[in-house]
């Protein structure tokens, strides 16, 4: 199963030079890395990245992460995907910017 990850341009940079990231500044003070389904992403961008450009969505499959991965209660009692353990470039399937059009961030084909 694919799960989601929302970064800005920099945070993708930074994973991609590096190899691995502990996240957005919001996973460094949660102490895990949040991701999201497929259907939870669109209302995480615009919860969390209203009006953002720049960002680029990430693609990872869930079930190699094995046991740092958690399914855990948040916004609205649904499950979410929390990542404890640093997210590594290993983990991404692939990676999409995510343009802002209209107002709203335009996710890709593969997610539908």
Known sequence: MLIYKIFRADEWAALERDGQSAGA????ADGFVHFSTAAQAAE?????FAGAEGLV????EADTMGAALKW???????????LYRELRL?????SRPLPLEGGA?????EMT
């Open 44 to 48: 995480t961008a615009a919860k969390h």
């Open 72 to 82: 855990e209660v948040s916004r609205g009692g649904a499950l979410f995907p929390h």
């Open 57 to 60: 969505l990430l693609a990872c």
């Open 25 to 28: 500044p919001v996973d460094l």
């Open 105 to 109: 961030h335009q996710f890709p084909q």
């Open 90 to 94: 290993s983990d991404v399937v692939w």
